[in-house]
Nanobody, 121 residues
Framework: QVQLVESGGGLVLAGGSLRLSCAASGRTIARYTMAWFRQAPGKEREFAALSWSGGGTYYADSVKGRFTISRDNAKNTVYLQMNSLKPEDTAVYYC???????????????WGQGTQVTVSS
């Protein structure tokens, strides 16, 4: 079992930055694909970024060039640096871990409780 706890969300003005953290416990994240998903009000949860165990990263087109996912396996923590934030980035952001790599929810077995990010204009 892997427990995930997100932090770092909050209220920010458009154009600002936030860094989300996802602290894992129970197992090392080194073997897992780690991802960030987000869910805006009234919308389905969507993929934002992932970091797979081999070192590569992938991003949704909507965040590419603005968001950066990184991991510190020694600290068992994953980060999402979000720059140039837009009001449409407002959502609950979830950290997820899975054995496979993919953009869909079904590839991830472990989820955090989410952290709210609100971007005001």
């Amino acid at each position: 079992q892997v427990q995930l706890v997100e932090s770092g969300g909050g209220l920010v003005l458009a154009g600002g930055s936030l860094r989300l953290s996802c602290a894992a416990s129970g197992r090392t994240i080194a073997r897992y694909t780690m991802a960030w998903f987000r869910q805006a009000p009234g919308k389905e949860r969507e993929f934002a970024a992932l970091s797979w165990s081999g070192g590569g990263t992938y991003y949704a087109d909507s965040v590419k060039g603005r968001f950066t996912i990184s991991r510190d396996n020694a600290k068992n923590t994953v980060y999402l640096q979000m720059n140039s934030l837009k009001p449409e980035d407002t959502a609950v952001y979830y950290c997820a871990a899975g054995d496979k790599m993919g953009y869909a929810d079904k590839f991830y077995d472990y989820w955090g409780q989410g952290t709210q990010v609100t971007v005001s204009s």
